[in-house]
Protein backbone atom coordinates (compact mmCIF):
# COMPACT_ATOMS: atom_id res chain seq x y z
CA UNK A 1 0.00 0.00 0.00
CA UNK A 2 1.11 3.73 -1.18
CA UNK A 3 3.36 5.40 2.09
CA UNK A 4 2.90 2.47 4.03
CA UNK A 5 6.81 1.96 4.99
CA UNK A 6 6.70 5.84 5.43
CA UNK A 7 4.34 5.94 8.19
CA UNK A 8 5.72 2.87 9.61
CA UNK A 9 9.20 4.77 9.82
CA UNK A 10 7.14 7.91 11.46
CA UNK A 11 5.70 5.90 14.03
CA UNK A 12 8.74 4.58 14.85
CA UNK A 13 10.52 7.46 15.41
CA UNK A 14 8.02 9.26 17.38
CA UNK A 15 7.05 6.41 19.82
CA UNK A 16 10.89 5.03 20.08
CA UNK A 17 13.32 7.68 20.24
CA UNK A 18 12.12 8.59 23.91
CA UNK A 19 15.57 7.94 25.75
CA UNK A 20 17.10 9.71 22.93
CA UNK A 21 16.21 13.31 23.85
CA UNK A 22 19.13 15.14 24.88
CA UNK A 23 22.28 13.01 23.33
CA UNK A 24 21.86 15.15 20.40
CA UNK A 25 22.32 19.15 20.74
CA UNK A 26 23.62 22.17 18.60
CA UNK A 27 23.95 25.10 20.89
CA UNK A 28 21.32 24.80 23.57
CA UNK A 29 18.79 23.65 21.28
CA UNK A 30 18.40 19.60 21.92
CA UNK A 31 17.84 18.09 18.68
CA UNK A 32 16.56 14.44 19.33
CA UNK A 33 14.85 12.16 16.13
CA UNK A 34 11.40 13.18 16.88
CA UNK A 35 12.49 17.17 16.57
CA UNK A 36 14.38 16.39 13.91
CA UNK A 37 11.25 15.04 12.11
CA UNK A 38 9.41 17.68 13.46
CA UNK A 39 11.16 20.11 11.43
CA UNK A 40 11.07 17.80 8.50
CA UNK A 41 7.43 17.81 8.81
CA UNK A 42 7.05 21.82 8.92
CA UNK A 43 8.52 22.46 5.86
CA UNK A 44 5.67 20.70 4.07
CA UNK A 45 3.12 22.45 6.12
CA UNK A 46 0.43 24.09 4.33
CA UNK A 47 -2.13 26.53 5.97
CA UNK A 48 -4.29 27.24 3.19
CA UNK A 49 -4.77 23.33 2.68
CA UNK A 50 -5.66 22.97 6.02
CA UNK A 51 -7.87 25.27 6.23
CA UNK A 52 -9.77 24.18 3.46
CA UNK A 53 -9.91 20.69 4.47
CA UNK A 54 -10.04 20.72 8.41
CA UNK A 55 -13.52 21.23 10.33
CA UNK A 56 -15.33 24.08 12.17
CA UNK A 57 -14.35 21.77 15.39
CA UNK A 58 -10.72 21.38 13.92
CA UNK A 59 -9.94 24.83 13.14
CA UNK A 60 -11.39 25.94 16.83
CA UNK A 61 -8.83 23.18 18.32
CA UNK A 62 -6.00 24.69 16.34
CA UNK A 63 -6.65 28.43 17.17
CA UNK A 64 -6.51 27.33 20.71
CA UNK A 65 -3.82 26.02 20.44
CA UNK A 66 -2.22 28.74 18.94
CA UNK A 67 -3.08 30.95 21.68
CA UNK A 68 -2.20 28.66 24.12
CA UNK A 69 0.98 28.84 22.80
CA UNK A 70 1.32 32.86 22.20
CA UNK A 71 0.01 33.53 25.85
CA UNK A 72 2.52 30.54 27.26
CA UNK A 73 5.66 32.46 25.66
CA UNK A 74 4.69 35.22 27.49
CA UNK A 75 5.72 33.79 30.84
CA UNK A 76 9.30 33.50 29.51
CA UNK A 77 9.92 36.93 30.72
CA UNK A 78 8.73 36.23 34.09
CA UNK A 79 11.81 33.85 34.46
CA UNK A 80 15.11 34.75 36.06
CA UNK A 81 16.67 32.90 33.21
CA UNK A 82 15.25 33.43 29.83
CA UNK A 83 17.11 31.71 27.16
CA UNK A 84 16.89 28.31 30.29
CA UNK A 85 12.65 29.05 29.70
CA UNK A 86 13.12 29.57 26.40
CA UNK A 87 14.30 26.04 25.90
CA UNK A 88 11.71 24.43 27.92
CA UNK A 89 8.91 26.87 25.68
CA UNK A 90 10.41 25.25 22.96
CA UNK A 91 9.79 22.11 24.33
CA UNK A 92 6.53 22.55 24.29
CA UNK A 93 5.70 24.15 20.66
CA UNK A 94 7.15 21.25 19.18
CA UNK A 95 5.28 18.76 20.97
CA UNK A 96 2.10 20.55 20.64
CA UNK A 97 3.02 21.98 17.59
CA UNK A 98 3.05 18.79 16.34
CA UNK A 99 -0.22 17.47 16.47
CA UNK A 100 -0.57 20.40 13.19
CA UNK A 101 2.18 18.74 11.70
CA UNK A 102 0.49 15.49 11.67
CA UNK A 103 -2.59 16.22 10.02
CA UNK A 104 -1.15 18.28 7.56
CA UNK A 105 1.42 15.10 6.70
CA UNK A 106 -1.43 12.54 6.78
CA UNK A 107 -3.74 15.66 4.66
CA UNK A 108 -1.80 15.24 1.76
CA UNK A 109 -0.13 11.75 2.15
CA UNK A 110 -3.21 9.47 2.60
CA UNK A 111 -5.32 10.19 -0.32
CA UNK A 112 -5.09 6.59 -1.34
CA UNK A 113 -6.72 5.31 1.80
CA UNK A 114 -9.98 5.13 3.66
CA UNK A 115 -10.55 6.15 6.91
CA UNK A 116 -10.87 2.36 7.80
CA UNK A 117 -7.46 0.87 5.97
CA UNK A 118 -5.59 3.80 7.28
CA UNK A 119 -6.88 3.12 11.00
CA UNK A 120 -5.77 -0.06 10.39
CA UNK A 121 -2.81 0.59 9.18
CA UNK A 122 -1.84 2.69 12.50
CA UNK A 123 -2.86 0.09 14.71
CA UNK A 124 -0.77 -2.66 12.99
CA UNK A 125 2.31 -0.19 13.04
CA UNK A 126 1.64 0.96 17.16
CA UNK A 127 0.58 -2.77 17.95
CA UNK A 128 4.63 -4.06 16.62
CA UNK A 129 5.63 -1.42 18.67
CA UNK A 130 3.72 -2.56 21.84
CA UNK A 131 5.66 -5.75 21.48
CA UNK A 132 8.97 -4.09 21.26
CA UNK A 133 8.12 -2.48 24.64
CA UNK A 134 7.39 -5.17 26.53
CA UNK A 135 10.45 -7.22 24.98
CA UNK A 136 12.84 -4.00 26.16
CA UNK A 137 10.95 -3.93 29.32
CA UNK A 138 12.46 -7.04 30.40
CA UNK A 139 15.60 -5.82 29.84
CA UNK A 140 15.76 -2.20 30.80
CA UNK A 141 15.13 -1.43 34.67
CA UNK A 142 14.56 1.97 36.71
CA UNK A 143 16.52 2.96 39.60
CA UNK A 144 15.23 5.62 42.19
CA UNK A 145 17.39 8.41 43.98
CA UNK A 146 18.49 5.58 46.05
CA UNK A 147 19.79 3.70 43.78
CA UNK A 148 17.37 0.79 44.13
CA UNK A 149 14.63 -0.42 41.44
CA UNK A 150 12.35 -3.03 43.67
CA UNK A 151 8.73 -2.41 44.65
CA UNK A 152 6.05 -4.48 46.39
CA UNK A 153 2.73 -4.64 44.69
CA UNK A 154 0.36 -7.44 45.81
CA UNK A 155 3.15 -8.97 48.00
CA UNK A 156 5.08 -9.65 44.64
CA UNK A 157 9.01 -7.59 44.42
CA UNK A 158 8.70 -5.76 40.83
CA UNK A 159 11.63 -4.13 39.54
CA UNK A 160 10.58 -1.64 37.86
CA UNK A 161 11.14 -1.42 33.83
CA UNK A 162 11.45 1.51 31.89
CA UNK A 163 11.76 -0.39 28.30
CA UNK A 164 11.97 2.91 25.73
CA UNK A 165 10.60 5.31 28.44
CA UNK A 166 12.57 7.52 30.76
CA UNK A 167 10.42 6.63 33.74
CA UNK A 168 8.34 3.88 34.45
CA UNK A 169 5.13 6.17 34.96
CA UNK A 170 6.00 7.53 31.85
CA UNK A 171 6.33 3.67 30.46
CA UNK A 172 2.46 3.10 32.03
CA UNK A 173 1.00 6.10 30.22
CA UNK A 174 1.72 4.48 27.05
CA UNK A 175 0.66 1.43 28.12
CA UNK A 176 -2.90 2.97 29.47
CA UNK A 177 -3.10 5.02 25.88
CA UNK A 178 -2.30 1.70 24.13
CA UNK A 179 -4.62 -0.92 25.67
CA UNK A 180 -7.63 1.52 25.15
CA UNK A 181 -6.96 1.70 21.20
CA UNK A 182 -6.44 -2.36 20.91
CA UNK A 183 -9.41 -3.08 23.68
CA UNK A 184 -11.93 -1.04 21.54
CA UNK A 185 -10.49 -2.01 17.66
CA UNK A 186 -11.13 -4.31 15.40
CA UNK A 187 -8.46 -6.15 14.60
CA UNK A 188 -7.52 -9.66 14.85
CA UNK A 189 -5.58 -11.52 17.77
CA UNK A 190 -5.87 -8.03 19.89
CA UNK A 191 -6.52 -10.25 22.85
CA UNK A 192 -2.73 -11.21 22.82
CA UNK A 193 -1.99 -7.77 22.36
CA UNK A 194 -3.89 -6.37 25.40
CA UNK A 195 -2.25 -9.37 27.48
CA UNK A 196 1.27 -8.26 26.38
CA UNK A 197 0.06 -4.31 27.39
CA UNK A 198 -1.49 -5.23 30.90
CA UNK A 199 1.82 -7.41 31.68
CA UNK A 200 4.57 -4.75 30.88
CA UNK A 201 2.18 -2.44 32.73
CA UNK A 202 2.77 -4.75 36.30
CA UNK A 203 6.52 -4.76 35.37
CA UNK A 204 6.66 -1.11 35.59
CA UNK A 205 5.33 -0.97 39.19
CA UNK A 206 3.14 2.55 38.98
CA UNK A 207 0.60 2.42 40.72
CA UNK A 208 -0.93 5.57 39.34
CA UNK A 209 -1.05 4.30 36.09
CA UNK A 210 -2.62 0.89 36.92
CA UNK A 211 -5.28 3.29 39.02
CA UNK A 212 -5.62 5.08 35.72
CA UNK A 213 -6.58 2.03 33.96
CA UNK A 214 -8.99 0.84 36.58
CA UNK A 215 -10.89 4.48 36.27
CA UNK A 216 -11.07 4.95 32.86
CA UNK A 217 -12.53 1.55 33.05
CA UNK A 218 -15.02 2.21 35.86
CA UNK A 219 -15.91 5.24 33.74
CA UNK A 220 -16.80 3.06 30.56
CA UNK A 221 -18.73 0.53 32.97
CA UNK A 222 -20.33 3.75 34.38
CA UNK A 223 -21.81 4.95 31.01
CA UNK A 224 -22.52 1.52 29.66
CA UNK A 225 -24.55 0.09 32.64
CA UNK A 226 -25.61 3.44 34.60
CA UNK A 227 -29.15 4.54 32.65
CA UNK A 228 -29.16 7.85 35.05
CA UNK A 229 -27.01 10.99 34.30
CA UNK A 230 -27.65 11.97 37.97
CA UNK A 231 -26.00 8.37 38.59
CA UNK A 232 -22.78 9.38 36.26
CA UNK A 233 -22.67 12.85 37.65
CA UNK A 234 -22.87 12.09 41.38
CA UNK A 235 -19.62 9.52 40.59
CA UNK A 236 -17.78 12.36 38.41
CA UNK A 237 -18.66 14.99 40.63
CA UNK A 238 -16.98 12.73 43.87
CA UNK A 239 -14.20 12.64 42.02
CA UNK A 240 -13.68 16.31 41.13
CA UNK A 241 -14.10 16.73 44.74
CA UNK A 242 -11.76 14.70 46.36
CA UNK A 243 -9.09 16.51 43.86
CA UNK A 244 -10.03 20.09 44.83
CA UNK A 245 -10.14 19.03 48.17
CA UNK A 246 -6.68 17.32 48.07
CA UNK A 247 -5.10 20.96 46.62
CA UNK A 248 -6.61 22.87 49.12
CA UNK A 249 -5.30 20.53 51.64
CA UNK A 250 -1.74 20.85 50.31
CA UNK A 251 -1.96 24.27 49.24
CA UNK A 252 -3.08 26.03 52.53
CA UNK A 253 -1.96 23.05 55.11
CA UNK A 254 1.17 21.48 54.44
CA UNK A 255 2.31 20.82 57.63
CA UNK A 256 -0.77 18.62 58.20
CA UNK A 257 -0.38 17.16 55.30
CA UNK A 258 3.27 16.33 55.83
CA UNK A 259 2.73 14.43 59.29
CA UNK A 260 -0.09 12.54 58.10
CA UNK A 261 1.46 11.51 55.12
CA UNK A 262 4.70 10.28 56.59
CA UNK A 263 2.83 7.99 59.63
CA UNK A 264 4.19 4.10 59.17
CA UNK A 265 0.76 2.90 58.17
CA UNK A 266 0.93 5.09 54.84
CA UNK A 267 4.40 5.65 53.66
CA UNK A 268 6.95 3.28 52.92
CA UNK A 269 9.58 3.06 51.01
CA UNK A 270 9.45 -0.43 49.49
CA UNK A 271 5.38 0.37 48.39
CA UNK A 272 6.49 3.41 46.98
CA UNK A 273 4.13 5.54 48.93
CA UNK A 274 6.70 8.26 50.14
CA UNK A 275 6.86 9.48 46.69
CA UNK A 276 3.50 11.39 47.80
CA UNK A 277 6.04 14.02 49.83
CA UNK A 278 7.79 14.87 46.75
CA UNK A 279 4.84 16.11 45.25
CA UNK A 280 3.75 17.68 48.24
CA UNK A 281 6.19 19.78 48.34
CA UNK A 282 6.24 20.88 44.68
CA UNK A 283 2.29 21.36 44.31
CA UNK A 284 2.92 24.07 47.97
CA UNK A 285 5.94 25.54 47.02
CA UNK A 286 4.31 25.47 43.22
CA UNK A 287 1.27 27.90 44.59
CA UNK A 288 3.20 30.16 46.74
CA UNK A 289 5.16 30.89 43.59
CA UNK A 290 2.35 31.67 41.69
CA UNK A 291 1.11 34.10 44.31
CA UNK A 292 3.80 36.33 43.07
CA UNK A 293 2.93 36.22 39.78
CA UNK A 294 -0.27 34.93 39.16
CA UNK A 295 -1.18 35.75 35.22
CA UNK A 296 1.87 34.66 33.74
CA UNK A 297 3.65 32.44 36.26
CA UNK A 298 7.35 31.73 37.48
CA UNK A 299 8.32 30.95 33.68
CA UNK A 300 8.52 27.48 31.67
CA UNK A 301 10.90 24.85 33.00
CA UNK A 302 11.09 27.00 36.68
CA UNK A 303 9.32 24.71 38.77
CA UNK A 304 12.42 22.64 39.53
CA UNK A 305 14.61 25.70 40.21
CA UNK A 306 11.93 26.85 43.17
CA UNK A 307 13.65 26.67 46.26
CA UNK A 308 10.99 24.02 47.52
CA UNK A 309 13.01 23.14 50.64
CA UNK A 310 12.32 26.58 52.07
CA UNK A 311 9.26 28.01 50.76
CA UNK A 312 7.53 25.53 53.73
CA UNK A 313 8.68 26.16 57.37
CA UNK A 314 9.66 22.82 58.57
CA UNK A 315 8.85 20.37 55.91
CA UNK A 316 12.30 19.93 55.78
CA UNK A 317 12.25 19.64 59.12
CA UNK A 318 10.20 16.52 58.86
CA UNK A 319 11.28 14.85 55.98
CA UNK A 320 15.12 14.58 56.64
CA UNK A 321 14.21 13.49 60.62
CA UNK A 322 12.47 10.67 58.97
CA UNK A 323 14.48 9.65 56.13
CA UNK A 324 12.50 9.29 53.20
CA UNK A 325 14.63 9.72 50.02
CA UNK A 326 17.28 11.02 52.44
CA UNK A 327 15.85 14.41 51.53
CA UNK A 328 17.82 17.42 51.84
CA UNK A 329 16.76 21.08 50.87
CA UNK A 330 19.18 20.68 47.64
CA UNK A 331 17.33 17.49 46.70
CA UNK A 332 13.58 19.05 47.07
CA UNK A 333 14.46 22.30 45.21
CA UNK A 334 15.26 19.31 41.83
CA UNK A 335 11.28 18.16 42.30
CA UNK A 336 9.52 18.50 39.22
CA UNK A 337 5.34 18.77 39.68
CA UNK A 338 4.44 15.18 38.68
CA UNK A 339 1.17 16.69 37.81
CA UNK A 340 0.89 18.02 33.64
CA UNK A 341 -2.48 20.50 34.73
CA UNK A 342 -0.32 21.72 37.93
CA UNK A 343 3.10 22.42 35.83
CA UNK A 344 1.09 24.25 33.15
CA UNK A 345 -0.56 26.62 36.15
CA UNK A 346 2.87 27.29 38.16
CA UNK A 347 5.26 27.78 35.36
CA UNK A 348 2.58 29.42 32.64
CA UNK A 349 0.47 31.39 35.05
CA UNK A 350 -3.65 31.84 35.21
CA UNK A 351 -3.82 32.93 31.54
CA UNK A 352 -2.48 29.98 29.24
CA UNK A 353 -3.69 27.64 31.30
CA UNK A 354 -7.27 28.54 30.99
CA UNK A 355 -6.48 28.33 27.24
CA UNK A 356 -5.17 25.03 27.93
CA UNK A 357 -7.94 23.71 29.93
CA UNK A 358 -10.46 25.33 27.05
CA UNK A 359 -7.84 23.43 24.26
CA UNK A 360 -8.31 20.05 26.89
CA UNK A 361 -12.38 20.37 27.01
CA UNK A 362 -12.61 20.83 23.02
CA UNK A 363 -10.27 17.68 22.07
CA UNK A 364 -12.49 15.75 24.71
CA UNK A 365 -15.26 16.92 23.00
CA UNK A 366 -14.48 16.23 19.40
CA UNK A 367 -13.21 12.85 20.50
CA UNK A 368 -16.74 12.01 22.36
CA UNK A 369 -18.79 13.20 18.86
CA UNK A 370 -16.43 10.98 17.03
CA UNK A 371 -16.65 7.87 19.23
CA UNK A 372 -20.63 8.94 18.84
CA UNK A 373 -20.62 8.81 14.65
CA UNK A 374 -18.32 5.76 14.44
CA UNK A 375 -17.60 3.79 17.19
CA UNK A 376 -15.64 1.02 15.89
CA UNK A 377 -13.03 3.35 14.59
CA UNK A 378 -13.10 6.51 17.24
CA UNK A 379 -14.83 4.73 20.69
CA UNK A 380 -11.15 3.83 21.57
CA UNK A 381 -8.75 6.81 21.00
CA UNK A 382 -11.86 8.80 23.35
CA UNK A 383 -10.98 6.26 26.02
CA UNK A 384 -6.89 6.33 25.24
CA UNK A 385 -7.04 10.62 25.73
CA UNK A 386 -9.37 9.92 29.06
CA UNK A 387 -6.39 7.76 30.12
CA UNK A 388 -4.00 10.07 29.34
CA UNK A 389 -5.61 12.76 30.95
CA UNK A 390 -5.95 10.63 34.48
CA UNK A 391 -2.26 10.07 34.12
CA UNK A 392 -0.88 13.10 34.09
CA UNK A 393 -2.37 13.89 37.02
CA UNK A 394 0.23 12.17 38.77
CA UNK A 395 3.08 12.77 36.05
CA UNK A 396 4.88 15.62 34.31
CA UNK A 397 4.45 14.55 30.78
CA UNK A 398 3.91 16.08 27.54
CA UNK A 399 4.62 12.99 24.53
CA UNK A 400 5.23 13.36 21.12
CA UNK A 401 2.99 9.84 20.40
CA UNK A 402 0.22 11.55 21.97
CA UNK A 403 0.51 14.73 19.76
CA UNK A 404 0.86 11.92 16.95
CA UNK A 405 -3.04 10.07 17.88
CA UNK A 406 -4.14 13.49 18.15
CA UNK A 407 -3.25 15.06 15.14
CA UNK A 408 -4.29 11.81 13.37
CA UNK A 409 -7.40 11.23 14.61
CA UNK A 410 -8.80 15.26 13.71
CA UNK A 411 -7.81 14.18 10.70
CA UNK A 412 -8.98 10.81 10.59
CA UNK A 413 -12.38 12.09 11.54
CA UNK A 414 -12.25 14.88 9.07
CA UNK A 415 -11.59 12.86 6.25
CA UNK A 416 -14.62 10.45 7.43
CA UNK A 417 -17.07 14.00 7.82
CA UNK A 418 -15.95 14.12 3.67
CA UNK A 419 -16.65 10.94 2.58
CA UNK A 420 -20.36 11.18 3.52
CA UNK A 421 -23.09 13.75 2.13
CA UNK A 422 -25.36 16.16 4.24
CA UNK A 423 -28.25 13.40 5.05
CA UNK A 424 -25.21 10.85 6.89
CA UNK A 425 -25.05 8.71 3.47
CA UNK A 426 -21.62 7.20 2.11
CA UNK A 427 -20.68 8.63 -0.46
CA UNK A 428 -18.70 6.27 -3.19
CA UNK A 429 -17.96 3.71 -0.34
CA UNK A 430 -15.22 5.72 0.84
CA UNK A 431 -15.11 4.60 4.87
Not at 13 to 32: A, N, P, Q, S, W
Not at 72 to 93: G, R
Not at 189 to 211: E, N, Q, Y
Request: charged share 15%; net charge positive.
Amino acid sequence: MKYSTLYFLVIIIVFCTERLEKIFMIGFFDLYPARILFIVLLFGLNFKKINKFASFSTRKIFRLLVLFLIFYFFSIFKSDDILYSLKKYLDILTILGFIVLVYNFFMTKSRHYTPVQLNNLILKYISYIVFIVFILALILKSTNMNGSNDRVMLGINIYRRVSLFLDPNFLGAFLNVTFFLFLFSTLKRKAIIIFVILLTLILTGSKASILALIIVNLFYLSKSFLKYKILRLTMYTGVVSILIFTLYFISYRPIESVNFLTQDSLSNSKTGSETSLSRLTAWSSGFQKLKENPLFGIGPGNIVKVSKGNSISGVVDILEQRGYYGFSSEKIDEIATHNQYLEILFEGGVIPFIFYVFLLFNLVSFFNKAAKELPFIFKGYLYSLSAYLICILSISYNPYYMSFIIGFILFLFDKYKKSIDINGNIIDNKI
